[in-house]
C-alpha cells in the first residue's frame, strides 16, 4: 500500500472501527498475493454495515458463511519491508 493510499483510507477506519454487519457473500483465499502469503488462507469478504456493502478479509484461520455475525477490527494487511508503512486496515472477525 502507498503512503498517500494509506493516509487517505485511514479517515474512515474510526467510524466503522468495531461496528457490527452480516457477511453477504464469502470466499477461501488459499493461493494469496505474495503480500498476504503471510495469512493465508483467509476469507474474503462482502459484509452489510449500516445498510453499506464493502469488501474486506476475513481474520485468518477462520471459515465465514453468507450469514455470520461480524465485526470490523483493525488488523495488518499485509507483509512489509523495514522501509515501508505497516498495511494496517479493516478486517471482519466473526462474533
Excluded: C, H
Excluded at 503512503?3 to 494469496?32: C, D, H, M
Excluded at 454495515?49 to 481474520?59: F, I, N
Aim: charged residues 20%; without cysteine.
Amino acid at each position: 500500500m502507498k503512503p498517500a493510499e494509506y493516509w487517505r483510507k485511514k479517515g474512515n477506519w474510526s467510524n466503522l472501527l468495531f461496528k457490527t454487519g452480516t457477511v453477504v457473500q464469502s470466499t477461501q483465499i488459499f493461493i494469496p498475493p505474495t503480500a498476504q502469503a503471510l495469512f493465508s488462507p483467509y476469507s474474503f469478504l462482502i459484509i452489510s454495515v449500516e445498510e453499506k456493502k464493502m469488501e474486506v478479509m476475513g481474520v485468518p484461520g477462520v471459515t465465514f458463511v453468507k450469514g455470520d455475525a461480524v465485526r470490523l477490527v483493525l488488523r495488518r494487511l499485509a507483509s512489509n519491508t523495514p522501509s515501508q508503512p505497516i498495511p494496517y486496515g479493516l478486517k471482519a472477525e466473526k462474533l
